[in-house]
C-alpha cells in the first residue's frame, strides 16, 4: 500500500529531531521557501515519445530542492560575523530578466497600465500584458494566495510566456492555468500527420477516445463566445496536438486527471483555455479567466 507523506510534514518532522536546532527565523524561511518555490510541471503539454518522471525520482528530485533550500537559507540569513539566524526577506526584489517591467501591484489594487508580463520568474497581483498572439490582458489576485505562508509576499510562477502558448501556475498543490492557440490538431486519421483544426474545435476535443465529458454549457471569456468542458481523463494520455512554436512537448492532458477548458474563438484563431489543480480547487482560478479582455 502506497501511502502519501506530506512535505511540510516530513520537513518540520526533519527541522524537530535533526542533530542541530535551527533560529525560528531561518526555520520559517526554510518553510516559506518549500511552499512558494514550485516546479516547472506541465501536466496539460505531453512529450511525444518522452517517458514521465517515475515516483521515485520525483522523491530524489524534491529531497535534493529541500536540502539546496536549507542551505541556500541558512547561507543567506547568516550575518556577517557568519553565525546562523536573522530575519528572512519577506519580499523579493524581481531582477530585469525574470519579472514585469513595473514593479508588483498589491491585491486589490487597480491600476491604470498593465505590467507586461517578463518571459519567465515570478507573477504578481496586478494587470498583465503576455506575449500571447492575439493579444490580451489578464488579471491576477487572489490566485497568489492559494497556501501561500501568511506574512510572506505571495506570487505564482510564469511556466511559459509565447505569442503560442502562456502558462501560470500558484502555490503547492498546484493551480494551473494555461493558455494556447491551436494552429494544427492531431489528424484523427492519421495520426502521425497534423491538421487545420475544425470549425467546432469544443466538439472535437469532446469526442477525443480517453475522455469523458462531465459538464458542458455555452459561455463567454472576454465577450466571446465560448464553450466550457470539464473533462475527466482515463489512464492514458489525450493528445490535441502541436503548440505553435514548440516542436515538444504538445497539447495534451495527462492521465488520471481532471480539467476545465475553455474553447473560445478570437479572430478567427482557435484558443484552448485549460485549468487545473491538483487539491481540486480549479474555483480558484475562474476569476483569472473572468478577467480576460482581448486586445
Not at 146 to 162: E, T, V
Request: hydrophobic share 40%; net charge neutral.
Amino acid at each position: 500500500m502506497t501511502v502519501k507523506r506530506d512535505p511540510d510534514a516530513i520537513l518540520a518532522a526533519w527541522l524537530e529531531e535533526g542533530p542541530t536546532a535551527l533560529p525560528e527565523p531561518t526555520r520559517r524561511a526554510i518553510a516559506v521557501t518549500t511552499r512558494t518555490t514550485t516546479q516547472r510541471r506541465h501536466p496539460i503539454w505531453v512529450p511525444r515519445g518522452r517517458p514521465l518522471m517515475s515516483t521515485n525520482l520525483r522523491w530524489a528530485v524534491a529531497a535534493i530542492a529541500v536540502i539546496l533550500a536549507i542551505g541556500g537559507a541558512a547561507y543567506f540569513l547568516a550575518p556577517a560575523g557568519g553565525q546562523v539566524g536573522g530575519p528572512p526577506t519577506l519580499a523579493p526584489s524581481p531582477s530585469a530578466s525574470n519579472s514585469a517591467i513595473a514593479s508588483p501591484t498589491p491585491a486589490g489594487t487597480s491600476v491604470a497600465t498593465p505590467f507586461q508580463l517578463a518571459k519567465e520568474g515570478f507573477v504578481y497581483p496586478g494587470t498583465w500584458v503576455p506575449a500571447f498572439d492575439p493579444p490580451l490582458t489578464f488579471t491576477v489576485d487572489r490566485e497568489v494566495e492559494h497556501n501561500c505562508a501568511p506574512g510572506f509576499a505571495c506570487r505564482g510562477s510564469i511556466d511559459a510566456n509565447l505569442p503560442g502558448w502562456m502558462d501560470l501556475e500558484f502555490g503547492i498543490p498546484r493551480i494551473e492555468i494555461s493558455v494556447v492557440r491551436v494552429d494544427k490538431v492531431d489528424d484523427s486519421v492519421q495520426p502521425s500527420q497534423v491538421s487545420a483544426p475544425p470549425g467546432d474545435l469544443a466538439a472535437w476535443l469532446a469526442s477525443r477516445p480517453g475522455l469523458t465529458v462531465t459538464g458542458q454549457k455555452k459561455t463567454t471569456v472576454g465577450g466571446l463566445a465560448a464553450t466550457r468542458l470539464d473533462l475527466r481523463i482515463g489512464t492514458g494520455n489525450v493528445e490535441i496536438g502541436p503548440i505553435p512554436g514548440v516542436n515538444d512537448p504538445a497539447v495534451g492532458f495527462g492521465p488520471n486527471s481532471a480539467w476545465r477548458v475553455y474553447v473560445v474563438g478570437v479572430r478567427g484563431k482557435q484558443i484552448l483555455i485549460s485549468l487545473n489543480a491538483e487539491d481540486g480547487s480549479v474555483d480558484e482560478l475562474q476569476p483569472l479567466v473572468d478577467s480576460i479582455v482581448w486586445r
